[in-house]
T-cell receptor, first 113, second 115 residues
Framework: DTAVSQTPKYLVTQMGNDKSIKCEQNLGHDTMYWYKQDSKKFLKIMFSYNNKELIINETVPNRFSPKSPDKAHLNLHINSLELGDSAVYFC????????????FGQGTRLTVV | AQTVTQSQPEMSVQEAETVTLSCTYD???????LFWYKQPPSRQMILVIRQEAYKQQNATENRFSVNFQKAAKSFSLKISDSQLGDAAMYFC????????????FGTGTSLTVIP
C-alpha cells in the first residue's frame, strides 16, 4: 500500500501548456508539502498545507497554484509552463505539530520542451 | 530561516569500509528534529535515520549512526560496512517547530561506493 502517491511519474509538455500533478496520502497526516528539486538536486519548499489550509507559500510564481480538496490530497496546478519549470516535483506529508519525519511520493519529473 | 549545510558535495568509500557525511545547521530554536534521507537513482526519498534534539543519545539504525553535537550544531552520518546499495545522494534535513513545521534540506552529498 503506497503511503504517498503522485501522478504522473513523468510529464513531458510544451511551453505554454497548463498541467496538474496529483498527490494523495493514506497515512492520516495533517500536513502536506510540495517541494521542487532542481537539476543540482537542491530541494526547495514551495507550499505547505495543514488540514487543507495553506501555511507556507514560498516565493513561487503565481503560475503555480496548489489545491487541497481534503487533508489527504494536495494537487499542484501549473499554468503557462516555462522551460525553467523543468524539475522533479515531490509531494510529501507528515504528522501535524512537529517531530515526525516527512514521507515522500516518488516524484514527478516534469520536462518542458 | 534555518539553514542546513552539507560541505561535501561528493564522497566515495570502499565497499565494507566506513564513511562519515557531514552536516551543520543554523538555528535559534532549542527543540527540533534532524533527519538523514537517502535518494538513490530511483529518486525515491528514503528516511535513513532521525534524531530528536532533546535526546543526548545518538540515534542508530543498523549500519547507520549519527554523531549529534547540539552545541556545535553538527549532525554527521556514519555508514559502517558500506555496501554497493548505499550509493546514493544523502540529504540532511532539519524540521522546525516554527515556520509551519517545514523541513529544511541541505544541498546533498553524493556517495559513491567502490567495489
Amino acid at each position: 500500500d503506497t503511503a504517498v502517491s503522485q501522478t504522473p511519474k513523468y510529464l513531458v509538455t510544451q511551453m505554454g501548456n497548463d498541467k496538474s500533478i496529483k498527490c494523495e496520502q493514506n497515512l492520516g497526516h495533517d500536513t502536506m508539502y510540495w517541494y521542487k528539486q532542481d537539476s543540482k538536486k537542491f530541494l526547495k519548499i514551495m507550499f505547505s498545507y495543514n488540514n487543507k489550509e495553506l501555511i507556507i507559500n514560498e516565493t513561487v510564481p503565481n503560475r503555480f497554484s496548489p489545491k487541497s480538496p481534503d487533508k489527504a490530497h494536495l494537487n499542484l496546478h501549473i499554468n503557462s509552463l516555462e522551460l525553467g519549470d523543468s524539475a522533479v516535483y515531490f509531494c510529501a506529508s507528515s504528522r501535524g505539530g512537529w517531530g515526525g519525519e516527512a514521507f515522500f511520493g516518488q516524484g514527478t519529473r516534469l520536462t518542458v520542451v | 530561516a534555518q539553514t542546513v549545510t552539507q560541505s561535501q558535495p561528493e564522497m566515495s568509500v570502499q565497499e565494507a569500509e566506513t564513511v562519515t557525511l557531514s552536516c551543520t545547521y543554523d538555528t535559534s530554536e532549542s527543540d527540533y528534529y534532524l533527519f538523514w534521507y537517502k535518494q538513490p537513482p530511483s529518486r525515491q526519498m528514503i528516511l535513513v535515520i532521525r534524531q530528536e534534539a532533546y535526546k543526548q543519545q545518538n540515534a542508530t539504525e543498523n549500519r547507520f549512526s549519527v554523531n549529534f553535537q547540539k552545541a556545535a550544531k553538527s549532525f554527521s552520518l556514519k555508514i559502517s560496512d558500506s555496501q554497493l546499495g548505499d550509493a546514493a545522494m544523502y540529504f540532511c534535513a532539519y524540521r522546525s517547530t516554527n515556520t509551519g513545521n517545514q523541513f529544511y534540506f541541505g544541498t546533498g552529498t553524493s556517495l559513491t561506493v567502490i567495489p
